[in-house]
């Protein structure tokens, strides 16, 4: 695997370098020891899937609030997707800053969002699956939300969402 560290502290491209042969490829997607010895989570409590029938479907900002803050391993393994997270660590000297990437099928990669940031995505695709490794139990009391297109984040999409929940388009903004 090959890390690429962006401007958020935590939140790191991870390319895989698969192997081939006359079989097809292979390619490691985590190693609890690499993770943590760039200090990031190696802590999987949970595994989940999504499947986004429909190109412009959002999903997110989501977090969990304290003590319950996760960090996510997430990666498109169908379609494509426009990746999001957002710093909410009010102590971070990149608070309220974001980092988009774009994961695919093709391009194999995966984002690690750590905790404390907001995470959602855009389905760049009809048909998008999104698989998210997860390293602490999802805790409906705990589970908080941030607006999309909240102006304290300035988040440029790719384009405008078609399909959306009512609680992720209803969020308050962060200000509140």
Not at 133 to 149: E, L
Request: with cysteine.
């Amino acid at each position: 695997m090959i890390f690429h560290e962006t401007e958020l502290d935590g939140v790191v491209v991870v390319e895989l370098e698969p192997v081939s042969d006359e079989r097809g490829t292979f390619a490691r997607t985590f190693d609890a020891s690499e993770w943590s010895e760039r200090g990031l989570s190696s802590s999987v409590l949970q595994a989940s899937v999504s499947s986004n029938p429909t190109r412009g479907t959002l999903r997110g900002l989501h977090f969990q609030e304290e003590p319950h803050a996760e960090s996510k391993l997430v990666r498109c393994s169908r379609g494509a997707i426009y990746d999001v997270a957002v710093d909410l660590r009010r102590d971070s000297p990149t608070f309220c800053h974001w980092v988009g990437v774009e994961l695919t099928e093709e391009n194999g990669r995966m984002l690690h969002v750590a905790a404390g940031l907001a995470h959602g995505f855009l389905t760049l695709t009809d048909h998008a699956d999104v698989v998210y490794q997860i390293s602490t139990a999802y805790v409906p009391v705990a589970a908080r939300g941030v607006r999309w297109d909240d102006p304290a984040f300035g988040i440029e999409w790719p384009s405008s969402p078609v399909v959306m929940s009512e609680r992720d388009r209803t969020f308050p903004d962060f200000a509140q």
